[in-house]
């Protein structure tokens, strides 16, 4: 256990706070994805904790400070927003970051939204959602987001864990690149975490990271 942490010491340590098992798979899945392409010479270390029923704002902040004791830093938030208005976004971004400065942690943090879920990402690649699919996907299917969830469950016949892990496993951060912008969020996020980027003067005006 000694000789473990001494290897990890000194790679970069991101952690990420994510929604039940959905938000895990994907998440995980697609940030090795997008470090791999990176090509950096230490690899990261990612620790991923996942809400269950409670309310996600009442629980972000204690799972910082925890994860803030642990040197894991920045902490990226990915959560569902259950909606695409522009205003709601910004209040529960409001509400999710007002505990955090309070606390003196915010700083620590990145909030990428998830407009209005994670599942609407798997759209973003349309060729790995039809390879699992076995079939083309019906004419406009990828802009039906409103429920991506339903609609995968639809076209997939199940959304359960294992057909999550099969998705998240054929996604590619290139194809999606551009086709959701919660996704592109993310990645903005995960490079600035890793000193790998910044993002673009005309994306930060999005409400897609803070």
Request: proline content about 7%; hydrophobic content about 40%.
């Amino acid at each position: 256990m000694k000789r473990r942490s001494s290897r990890l010491s000194g790679r970069p340590k991101v952690a990420f706070i994510v929604e039940g098992n959905e938000g895990k798979w994907l998440v995980e899945a697609l940030a090795r994805k997008v470090v791999a392409r990176l090509h950096l010479e230490e690899p990261p270390c990612f620790e991923t904790v996942r809400l269950f029923g409670a309310p996600h704002i009442m629980g972000i902040l204690s799972i910082v400070l925890l994860l803030s004791e642990r040197d894991y830093q920045p902490i990226i938030v990915v959560f569902d927003t259950h909606t695409r208005n522009r205003q709601r976004i910004a209040d529960l971004l409001q509400e999710i970051q007002l505990p955090l400065i309070r606390a003196g942690v915010s700083e620590r943090v990145l909030l990428v939204p998830a407009i209005p879920s994670i599942a609407s990402w798997v759209f973003a690649d349309e060729k790995a959602l039809e390879r699992v699919a076995g079939a083309h996907l019906p004419e406009g299917s990828s802009r039906a987001r409103g429920r991506p969830e339903v609609l995968l469950r639809k076209l997939l016949g199940d959304w359960s864990d294992r057909e999550q892990k099969r998705v998240a496993r054929y996604l590619d951060p290139e194809r999606m690149h551009g086709g959701d912008k919660s996704f592109d969020a993310f990645v903005r996020a995960l490079r600035l975490a890793l000193g790998a980027g910044h993002p673009p003067v005309s994306e930060e005006r999005e409400p897609a990271v803070t």
